[in-house]
């Protein structure tokens, strides 16, 4: 079956726009996470849902980071004045189960933002 | 918070050595999965650990976890270049399944 796909592939932003990611999970599945991962570095939590409900956004650098997944599936994670810190690979991820430390997650193959 | 280190950051070897990458941290994990990374590519899992003491073969890699549950190996035998890539650890603490991840290590195995 299809993968978790992520839009656009790439985003370039100037500094001070706002950008839109969209993530589309597994078909089915519970839970969806988001990471940001800067150049040369292994991937950060930044938030999780289960379903529809955002039960951790402890990862979220800042309050200009928000996201949704308002039905339970499909998710967009936002960034509003965007700076060049923010310049990273934003990675998606699911899983079939909502909880569990075993569970296996499947990740996207990502959105690389630069911001100018 | 819980934070994993990956040693060595990068590593540059012939086609058929061995190698082994290590994950280490001072907390203790549920468990403890390997992924690799390709270039333009999300990290594809490559094993999950769970118990102390565990060891896992995949082909030619072979997982251990530390006894404890802190510290974890990743064994490359007669390494081919199609092992090239980034192997990432990444921790699953008690509360839920956020991952924690290393740093990585950047593997390249050339002909």
């Known amino acids: 079956g299809a993968g978790v796909s992520q839009s656009p592939r790439y985003k370039v932003a100037k500094r001070g726009q706002d950008v839109a990611l969209r993530c589309d999970p597994i078909s089915g599945h519970v839970s969806l996470f988001w990471y940001q991962q800067a150049l040369g570095q292994g991937p950060e939590f930044l938030t999780y849902f289960q379903n529809e409900a955002q039960l951790d956004k402890s990862g979220l650098p800042s309050d200009r980071f928000f996201a949704e997944r308002p039905e339970g599936s499909v998710s967009t994670l936002k960034i509003q004045r965007t700076q060049q810190e923010d310049s990273a690979v934003y990675l998606c991820?699911?899983?079939?189960?909502?909880?569990?430390?075993?569970?296996?997650?499947?990740f996207g193959p990502g959105t690389r933002l630069t911001v100018l | 918070t819980q934070l994993l280190e990956q040693s060595p950051q990068f590593l540059s070897i012939q086609e058929g050595e061995n190698l082994t990458v290590y994950c280490n941290s001072s907390?203790?994990?549920?468990?403890l999965q390997w992924y690799r990374q390709e270039p333009g590519e999300g990290p594809v899992l490559l094993v999950t650990?769970?118990?102390?003491?565990e060891v896992k073969k995949l082909k030619r890699l072979t997982f251990q976890f530390g006894d404890a549950r802190k510290d974890s190996s990743l064994h490359i035998t007669a390494a081919q270049p199609g092992d090239t890539g980034l192997y990432l650890c990444?921790?699953?603490?008690?509360?839920?399944?956020?991952?924690?991840f290393g740093g990585g290590t950047r593997v390249l195995v050339k002909p």
């Open positions: 907390s203790v994990f549920s468990s």
């Open positions: 990444a921790g699953n603490g008690a509360a839920g399944n956020k991952l924690t």
């Open positions: 650990v769970v118990t102390g003491g």
């Open positions: 991820a699911s899983s079939l189960e909502a909880s569990g430390f075993t569970d296996t997650q499947y």
